[in-house]
């Protein structure tokens, strides 16, 4: 049995049953909160190791629910994954930038549900800035443990900033980045990144990239992704 405990805080029958059959299908252990305050409380007493959070709940609100797991100590490292509407665009937004690691928007299918989960549950272990690991996208090769880049098989010189942004964004094709998740990622000892100048580092490494600059994409009013060839 998984010792892995997720908080599923949602006021939907439908969807929580849906949610905890599948999460019980993979060997997690759940718990859940039909209400916000309900769920603020279970989080602090049972300490999950991730929570699901629907974002329309009726009594405080799932972003309020987040910023308070976020702001507390005890909470703060605990992941949280937002459920919204398609709809809730700027909530997601808002969710991220108060410190979500992630969001599945309804109607999402459980499959999906379980890539995401266990997508933020490895982030979340795993120590991504000693992890050695190569990650291929298309004809990039971004090797963490020697600090190499590759395109086509040239080798390309990166800054330390840039080869963090490029790993960051390549290691997850398809998502979305705002520019405050990207500052927290990127941020060495050496150097100093601000949302303003997360746009200065990704021009230089578009440049870099040459015509595979073209795959790290700007998504208006939100940040970047790296799109899949
Ligand atoms: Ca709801």
Known sequence: MSETVILVIEDEADIRELV?????????????????LDGLEL?????????LLDLMLPDVDGLTVCRRLKSTPATQKIPVVMLTAKTEEADIVSGLEIGADDYITKPFSPRVLIARLR???????????????????????????????????????????EFRLLYLLAGRPG?????DQIVDA???DDTIVTDRTVDVHIAGLR???????????????VGYRFREE
């Not at 905890?20 to 916000?36: C, D, F, P, T």
Request: proline share 2%; glycine share 10%; charged share 30%.
């Open 20 to 36: 905890e059959y599948n999460l019980k299908r993979e060997g997690y252990q759940v718990i859940s909160a039909r209400s916000g």
């Open 43 to 51: 989080a602090e007493q049972k300490m999950p190791t991730l929570v």
């Open 119 to 161: 997508a933020v549950l490895r982030r979340d272990t795993g120590d991504s800035s000693e992890a050695q690991e190569v990650i291929y996208a298309g004809e990039i090769r971004i090797d963490s443990g020697r600090h190499e880049t590759t395109v086509s098989g040239k080798r390309i010189e990166l800054t330390s900033t």
């Open 175 to 179: 998502w979305v980045f705002s520019r």
């Open 186 to 188: 990127v941020r060495g």
């Open 207 to 221: 440049k870099k990239l040459g015509p595979k600059g073209k795959q790290i994409e700007t998504v208006r009013g």
